[in-house]
């Protein structure tokens, strides 16, 4: 079997949105460690980094509704294109994590 450049290059592509993944998670595990951080700053911080991670970080932005307070960059807007997922602490709702493209992007296996 033969390795072509084409699935070369898919295969280093898909190495490199592994790695940002990764870089991001560790970003989050940090953050989340650091004691001299109340949760409002550890909130602020988290919608900062959370686009890093995703495929198109340039046109992404997060933001966190933590009981009842909402957590965002200052250019944040809603947008048709959104993954979200419910904040739950010791089996109850208490926020929710949103991430929002600007823009239209290609379609993927979940979500935009």
């Not at 953050?31 to 686009?51: G, K, N, S, Y």
């Not at 992404?60 to 979200?84: M, P």
């Not at 602490?89 to 823009?103: A, H, I, M, N, P």
Request: glycine share 2%.
């Amino acid at each position: 079997m033969a390795i072509t450049n084409k699935s070369l290059d898919k295969l280093i592509d898909s190495l490199e949105e592994r790695v940002k993944e990764l870089n991001c998670i560790y970003e989050v595990e940090e953050i989340l460690h650091r004691t001299d951080l109340d949760t409002d700053q550890i909130l602020h911080e988290l919608v900062r980094i959370i686009p890093n991670g995703m495929q198109y970080p340039a046109v992404c932005r997060a933001s966190i509704v933590y009981r009842d307070k909402v957590y965002a960059e200052k250019d944040f807007r809603k947008t048709r294109w959104v993954l979200q997922a419910k904040i739950t602490v010791q089996k109850r709702v208490v926020g929710e994590l949103s991430v929002y493209y600007l823009e239209q992007k290609p379609e993927a296996e979940l979500g935009p």
